[in-house]
């Protein structure tokens, strides 16, 4: 039998297992372990957890539980909330300003908290109504939060980027630089975004107002003392310095990873029990619950994918799909666009982490004899990837917002949305233009 033939097997029977409404990890583990019986040796069986076990037991793997940990702490505060007050309080002569601290909180939080849904929650818990009860459409409401929770993925800490490291067997520390400058380009055009759409529906509220309909709330400018301004910051404060030291201890080599990923999670819980008192057992089991519940499941995903990944290398699957890009001789990105395009396509059905697990074995060979920087194209990848989380059918953040403000219809927030994904095509195209963006720092920090 072809290995051609394996291999559409391999890919129908995925397909199928996905689509039956399986979780992800028990659906990639069946697959794999069907064509263990089927195409290789018997013993091979035996050796499912052994594999598994071997494949999650990498250092680096040791920081997601505890940068998990990190995030639920924050995000079971009210830092999310204080956060995005006192961006608003400094930002409300900004034109949009209100949008613009949404914007800013949701790039803060997801440094501080390294995940998406914890974002989305958090910020737009407090700054969807705000928006609303200040006159902006539902829809940009929640397209605009929905979309700055993307950058949990892109912004150290992320899970992310931690497995591409292993995956591709690269520097973390230099992936997780190299997701600064981009994560900094994407806030920067979300915002500018924020303040157009922002003008377009001041005018349009104009008109109507004008017209003898209705005054929005969005014609009426908010006012602050300097005194409110400056009160603001205390509760912010704290955890700026949490987010910088954790970048000092990893970048100024004073601890891996793995060590600046406890140092961080202790630092939060310390936080946490200090500005907002939450020190009694009713307010950390709550954190350690969910974060043994986030971590479990994460790392079952990873585990299955991991030895979804090995069986496909053991039947030769993803070796001879690489070398078929490869014989395809296509120009350099030209290469680039169909990976991407690929990676999209994945993104409707699966989450980032499954994504690069399966295809890192085929994707990265080619990849690397096109000349590509793989730390580039970790991050590229990654901000490919965000568009998952914000389009259907998956768009996880979608329904995250859905559940936030359950009164905003799905089609409201996905129409919200899709703007925001031209905005990431958009960011792609620059970083392809300009690589240094996100290469920049990496080359300046380890020369």
Known sequence: MSVGFIGALYGIATVVMLFSGMPIAFALGGVATVFMMIFMPAASVDTIAQNVYEELASITLLTIPLFILKGAAIGKSRAGKDLYDALHVWLHKVPGGLGVAVVFACGLFAAMAGSSPATCSAIGSSGIPEMRKRGYSPGFAAGLVAAGGTLGILLPPSIVLILYAVRAELSLGQLFLAGLGPGVLLVVLFAVYAAFRWRYEYRHAGRVRDAGGAVSPILFEDTYTSAQRWSALPRVLPFLILLTGVMVALYGGIATPSE???????????????????????????????????????????????????????????????????????????????????????????????????????????????????????????????????????????????????????????????????????????????????MGLPHMVYK
């Open 260 to 438: 600046t990923a406890g140092l961080g999670a202790i630092m939060a819980l310390a936080l946490v029990a200090v500005v907002y008192g939450a020190y009694k057992p009713a307010d950390i089991v709550p954190i350690f619950n969910g974060t043994l519940g986030e971590s479990g499941m994460l790392l079952m995903i990873i585990g299955m994918s991991l030895l979804y990944s090995y069986v496909m290398s053991y039947l030769h699957i993803s070796q001879a799909a690489a070398g078929w890009i490869v014989g395809l001789h296509l120009s350099k990105y030209l290469l680039l666009t169909a990976i991407l395009l690929l990676v999209v396509v994945l993104g409707f059905f699966l989450p980032p982490v499954s994504i690069i697990l399966m295809t890192a074995p085929i994707i990265l060979p080619p990849l690397r004899a096109a000349g590509f920087d793989l730390i580039w194209f970790g991050v590229v990848m990654v901000v490919v990837m965000e568009m998952g989380l914000i389009h259907p059918p998956v768009g996880l953040n979608i329904f995250v917002i859905n559940r936030v403000a359950p009164d905003i219809g799905l089609g409201a927030i996905i129409w919200g949305t899709l703007p925001f994904v031209l905005l990431m095509t958009l960011a792609v195209i620059i970083l392809t233009i300009v690589p240094d963006i996100a």
